[in-house]
Each structure stands twice: as C-alpha cells, then as structure tokens.
C-alpha cells in the first residue's frame, strides 16, 4: 500500500511508534518503516539489542540516529532477541535504502505471540487514517 508518498507493504503489521512485523517461521521479524527512514533522514547510527536480551512490547530497546534526530526503537512484540542484523552497525543506512529488506533490525523468538500480534495494525482504512494524523502533527509542528 502506498500512502501519501510512504510505501506499507502488505503482509506486514505496523505499531503506532512506526516499526513493523512479519512472521518468519517461529520468530518476529522487526524493522522501522519508510516513514522513520524519510522523516529522520540518513540514518548514521544504530544501537542494537544483544542476542537473547528480553523486549518487551511498546518498550524502547535501542535507538536509530541521524544528523538531525535521535529516536527510539519500540519492540513490537514482548520476548527474547534471537538475531541481530549485524550489517546495520557499519552499514546503518540499510535502513533508508531498504526498510522492509536489509533494513531489518532484529528477531525476535515471542513470549506471547496471539495478543502481541492482534495489537498491530494492518495496511487498511484505519491505518490510513492513523498516517494521515501523524503527516497533519508533522505539518503543524506538533510532532
């Protein structure tokens, strides 16, 4: 789904913190959007969690940096880190290039995978709508 110039793929659920999920086999695949990437700028630096460090949904766990910002990366799901992308750490700007590919920052093995996953939030109308709030407080300064 394209949305006002930012790309959400479907078969992706997405956190109003603006990170994204995906199965893969047993673990949560977990990244920041195009939305982080186009709103932060390059990306220059990013601070990983260690493999096996406990996340917890909704909670900050590392940071993305740019030139012009410093944000926090929000766990989409609550359990333990099972794989780092290690390319990020010289190659920070995978995230910009590649949001919903190279750019992935981590997995995760869930802890409580059902109601995690039905907190996020699909590409649809509602989605749309919540995008379209954040673009407005971005405009107006409120952000």
């Known amino acids: 789904m394209e949305f006002e110039g930012y790309v959400f793929?479907?078969?992706?659920?997405?956190?109003?913190?603006?990170?994204?999920?995906?199965?893969?086999?047993?673990?949560?695949v977990t990244g920041a959007t195009e939305f982080i990437s186009k709103q932060a700028g390059e990306i220059t630096f990013v601070d990983l969690p260690e493999e096996g460090d406990e996340v917890t949904v909704n909670k900050p766990y590392g940071s993305i940096e740019s030139g012009k910002w410093v944000g926090r990366i929000y766990a989409v799901v609550s359990g333990?880190?099972?794989?780092?992308?290690?390319?990020?750490?010289?190659?920070?700007?995978?995230?910009?290039?590649?949001?919903?590919?190279?750019g992935w920052i981590c997995k995760i093995r869930p802890s409580n995978l059902g109601a995690d996953m039905a907190a996020l939030m699909d590409p649809d109308d509602s989605f749309t709508k919540f995008i379209g709030e954040e673009i407005e407080k971005i405009a107006s300064g409120t952000k």
Do not use: S
């Open 9 to 28: 793929p479907e078969g992706l659920k997405y956190e109003k913190n603006h990170f994204w999920a995906k199965m893969d086999g047993d673990l949560v």
């Open 80 to 102: 333990e880190v099972a794989e780092i992308n290690e390319d990020l750490e010289d190659e920070p700007e995978k995230i910009n290039e590649a949001p919903y590919g190279a």
